[in-house]
């Protein structure tokens, strides 16, 4: 998979990486259902809800029924918002343009926890703007991809088999990263990473002082 990150510096008068908050990145092959495992533990943080935001991306592809929840923009918009430094990171995965909200900034500088959706391929990136960052990789084993990218319905099952294919040649090793296998009942998953959520909120309070 080409993809190709972009720090932007929508606040370049102020000190990077930021050193305040923690940035849990969840990242993984399409169809190992990311998007499944965060939103279990979004309705499960309880008190922790008012400390950890899951930032929504803005990606270049119009809202699926039943997909994740994105702000859209053609792709002269995107590079009209990147270009006014609306977007703390941008990249291109797939023949589409993503990014990341500005705000996020503040969520960290407040000593808060960013979570959200990235390509593995942007984490270097992201601890070049912040200095704690949590990598989790969501997975699940090749047979199990390629069933749940087919009743998606977006792609013919040859086209299917090549993004698998190019996941596999591109696989990233990512350093301290959590893996989290989707393969089974999604509570499992979904505590795990529960788990990492309260690591983070804890972490957030302290991780300015080291």
């Given at each position: 998979?080409?993809?190709?990150?972009?720090?932007?510096?929508?606040?370049?008068?102020?000190?990077?990486?930021?050193?305040?908050?923690?940035?849990?990145?969840?990242?993984?092959?399409?169809?190992?259902?990311?998007?499944?495992?965060?939103?279990?533990?979004?309705?499960?943080?309880?008190?922790?809800?008012?400390?950890?935001?899951?930032?929504?991306?803005?990606?270049?592809?119009?809202?699926?029924?039943?997909?994740?929840?994105?702000?859209?923009?053609?792709?002269?918009?995107?590079?009209?918002?990147?270009?006014?430094?609306?977007?703390?990171?941008?990249?291109?995965?797939?023949?589409?343009?993503?990014?990341?909200?500005?705000?996020?900034?503040?969520?960290?500088?407040?000593?808060?926890?960013?979570?959200?959706?990235?390509?593995?391929?942007?984490?270097?990136?992201?601890?070049?703007?912040?200095?704690?960052?949590?990598?989790?990789?969501?997975?699940?084993?090749?047979?199990?991809?390629?069933?749940?990218?087919?009743?998606r319905g977006r792609e013919t099952r040859e086209?299917?088999?090549?993004?698998?294919?190019?996941?596999?040649?591109?696989?990233?090793?990512?350093?301290d990263a959590t893996l989290i296998d989707n393969?089974?009942?999604?509570?499992?998953?979904?505590?795990?990473?529960?788990?990492?959520?309260?690591?983070?909120?804890?972490?957030?309070?302290?991780?300015?002082?080291?």
């Open positions: 998979m080409m993809v190709s990150a972009s720090i932007e510096r929508a606040q370049a008068q102020e000190p990077f990486p930021i050193r305040q908050g923690v940035f849990v990145a969840v990242a993984g092959p399409s169809g190992a259902g990311k998007d499944s495992v965060m939103d279990y533990a979004r309705q499960r943080l309880g008190g922790l809800a008012r400390e950890i935001v899951f930032a929504r991306r803005v990606i270049t592809r119009p809202m699926d029924a039943g997909g994740e929840e994105h702000d859209t923009l053609d792709e002269a918009a995107f590079e009209r918002g990147r270009a006014a430094g609306c977007f703390a990171l941008s990249w291109r995965a797939n023949g589409l343009s993503y990014a990341l909200p500005a705000e996020i900034d503040g969520t960290m500088r407040s000593g808060g926890v960013a979570v959200a959706n990235v390509s593995r391929a942007v984490i270097p990136a992201l601890r070049e703007r912040y200095a704690h960052v949590l990598p989790v990789i969501v997975t699940a084993p090749p047979e199990v991809l390629a069933d749940r990218l087919s009743r086209e299917v088999l090549a993004r698998l294919a190019r996941g596999a040649d591109s696989e990233l090793k990512v350093e393969s089974g009942p999604l509570e499992v998953a979904g505590e795990r990473f529960l788990a990492v959520l309260r690591k983070a909120a804890a972490w957030s309070d302290v991780c300015d002082m080291v």
